[in-house]
């Protein structure tokens, strides 16, 4: 179970919850840092195609990393490659939860 905060307030949610009309989503990774997931829009989809540059697995990384900042810093592609799985993994079900 991830800790999520989709509210404003500090909740223990299943992984895949979403609060009605919330545009972002808090996740306390492994090591206790906060990482926020926001809602995407079109120019968001349009950055990670550009990043990607026809590579589907770069594509994914690229558009989570557009979405998500730790402790309020912008994080690239690279810093998710370099996570944990675990927290990788959440990030993904959490950034699909949000935006899908």
Do not use: C, H, W
Request: cysteine-free; charged content about 30%.
């Amino acid at each position: 179970m991830a800790e999520v905060n989709v509210t404003g307030e500090k909740s223990q949610q299943n992984a895949g919850e979403t609060a009605p009309n919330s545009n972002e989503r808090e996740v306390i990774l492994s090591d206790g840092r906060k990482a926020v997931i926001r809602k995407g829009k079109g120019k968001d989809v349009k950055a990670a195609m550009r990043v990607a540059d026809s590579d589907s697995s770069a594509y994914m990384f690229a558009m989570m990393a557009a979405l998500t900042t730790i402790e309020g810093n912008v994080i690239v592609a690279e810093d998710l490659e370099e996570m944990d799985m675990k927290d990788v993994m959440t990030l993904q079900t959490e950034f699909a939860a949000i935006n899908f």
